[in-house]
Structures are given as C-alpha cells and as structure tokens.
C-alpha cells in the first residue's frame, strides 16, 4: 500500500506559478513512476505529466508542455509539479498517482492516487 498526499494548491492569478508537491509513504517509493492529473469540474480527469522512477524521463500534456515541470526527490519520497505561466484554463484539482513499472499517460495504470489539491487560476 502507498498513501500520497498532495500539497501546495491555492489561489493565484493568471501568469502566477505555484508547486504542487506530493509526500509518499508505505512501500519503496523508488518502485514507481509518478504522474500528475487533474480534474475540472464538469470535465473527465485528464493527463498530465509523468516522470519514471529516476527521475530521469519525463513527459507533458501538451496543453502544458513548456510550462510545467515534474520532479522527484527520491530520497524525501516527494514529487513535484513547478506550474509557471498559469491560465484559467488550469483551474481544476491536481491529484498525484502512483504505477509499477515504466511512466506512462493512462489514468487507469496507476494504483494508488492522493486526494488531490485545488488549484484556481484567476483571470
């Protein structure tokens, strides 16, 4: 069992940037590649970002491609989602996941989720 916890949500305005950060517990945390989603309200849960278990490889939704970064330290059980250059349109709940084996963009490869963390964009 893994428990993720997410933080670092909030208010900003349009162009602002805040880091999400997402604290593991329970087995080896290295096992897995983490990826970040996120949920608007009245949309389906989307991708992301996806980084492996070095923290080596990582990978974008386009729709943020360029403007937020994912990063892991291994050795606090932590990963992260620095969010620059935010838009209305990244407004939803931020949940990390956790999935054996290789990074990855489907939602249903990960086996453990956090509770997620909201994030509004103002305009």
């Known amino acids: 069992q893994v428990q993720l916890v997410e933080s670092g949500g909030g208010l900003v305005q349009a162009g602002g940037s805040l880091r999400l950060s997402c604290a593991a517990s329970g087995r080896t945390f290295t096992s897995f590649a983490m990826g970040w989603f996120r949920q608007a309200p009245g949309k389906e849960r989307e991708f992301v970002a996806t980084i492996n278990w070095t923290g080596g490889s990582t990978a974008y939704a386009d729709s943020v491609k360029g403007r937020f970064t994912a990063s892991r330290v291994n050795a606090e059980n932590t990963v992260f989602l620095q969010m620059n250059s935010l838009k209305p349109e990244d407004t939803a709940v931020y949940y990390c996941?956790?999935?054996?084996?290789?990074?990855?963009?489907?939602?249903?490869?990960?086996?453990?989720w956090g509770q997620g963390t909201q994030v509004t964009v103002s305009s």
């Open positions: 996941a956790a999935r054996y084996g290789t990074r990855g963009f489907d939602s249903n490869d990960y086996k453990y």
